[in-house]
């Protein structure tokens, strides 16, 4: 009889916990819960959005050097580079057209001059055709191309990367005969 007794204070028990307030997680418990979850999704969502910054700039720089190998196969063919200063392509070739040889178009020098991936554009400039310049915005201002005075990003004066507003360009390259911030001074933003 005792063993019968034991099993039914036993069951009383288990069934006074599992009905009783205290056996499921409080507000507290529960807003801490959800306060730690959140966290974690800030710092998730942040180290995500870094990387898309990073792999835009990386595809930016991929552009530019591209460009730049295509304008020297229009330099070797023609002896001077296309007289152009403008953020809308080169010689009337849009970015995301095809560059051409104006004077023979079955002359291709690049299947499609790229779109910036971010929804700014290119610079390009060449006042003479001797040589020339490509510019571009990078958003991670921490990236090891951004010039930098003081802590302090630097940009290239007259130059405009912005699609529906001037933004001014912070990262460039050039032609082998000269330096990006010919004619286009560094300048603290």
């Known amino acids: 009889m005792k063993n019968i007794t034991s099993k039914n204070s036993k ?20 807003l ?23 792999s835009r700039d990386s595809a930016r720089k991929t552009d530019i050097q591209n460009i730049a190998r295509s304008l020297e196969f229009y330099y070797n063919d023609k002896g001077v580079y296309p007289i152009y200063t403008g953020k809308d392509g080169i010689l009337g070739q849009d970015w995301g057209e095809a560059f051409v040889d104006p004077d023979n178009v079955s002359t291709l020098y690049m299947n499609l001059l790229p779109m910036d991936p971010g929804g700014s554009t290119y610079y390009y400039t060449s006042s003479d055709g001797s040589q020339f310049q490509l510019y ?23 130059t405009d990367c912005g ?6 360009c912070n990262y460039g390259i050039a032609s082998t005969n000269t330096d990006p911030a010919t004619g286009h001074a560094l300048v603290v933003e």
């Open 11 to 30: 069951r009383n028990s288990l069934k006074k916990i599992l009905s009783s307030k205290s056996a499921g997680f409080t507000m507290i418990e529960l």
């Open 32 to 54: 801490i819960v959800m306060v730690i979850l959140a966290l974690l999704l800030v710092v998730g969502l942040g180290s995500f959005m870094s990387s898309q910054r990073k």
């Open 136 to 158: 571009a915005i990078l958003e991670n201002e921490n990236d090891g191309d951004v010039n930098k005075s003081g802590g302090s990003v630097q940009v290239y004066t007259g």
């Open 163 to 168: 699609v529906e507003s001037s933004i001014t």
